[in-house]
């Protein structure tokens, strides 16, 4: 079984190729206007994965202080 990760990716990548398909293109030549468009799709698959696989922080570098 694949993992949500693989799948989150896989997902992102065939969104990307319907958005560039000379097909959909054409539907949005032709005035297709969905209520929830491919932008939507990729943002929600990125949130997805920020909550799966979050992002890692940069360290924060230690201060010393001294009186």
């Given at each position: 079984?694949?993992?949500?990760t693989d799948l989150i990716t896989e997902?992102?990548?065939?969104?990307?190729?319907?958005?560039?398909?000379?097909?959909?293109?054409?539907?949005?030549?032709?005035?297709?206007?969905?209520?929830?468009?491919?932008?939507?799709?990729?943002?929600?698959?990125?949130?997805?994965?920020?909550?799966?696989?979050?992002?890692?922080?940069?360290?924060?570098?230690?201060?010393?202080?001294?009186?």
């Amino acid at each position: 079984m694949k993992t949500l990760t693989d799948l989150i990716t896989e997902a992102s990548c065939l969104i990307g190729e319907i958005e560039d398909h000379p097909d959909y293109q054409r539907l949005l030549d032709e005035g297709y206007t969905p209520d929830l468009n491919i932008a939507d799709c990729s943002t929600a698959l990125a949130y997805l994965s920020w909550v799966v696989d979050p992002p890692s922080a940069p360290p924060v570098p230690e201060i010393e202080v001294t009186p």
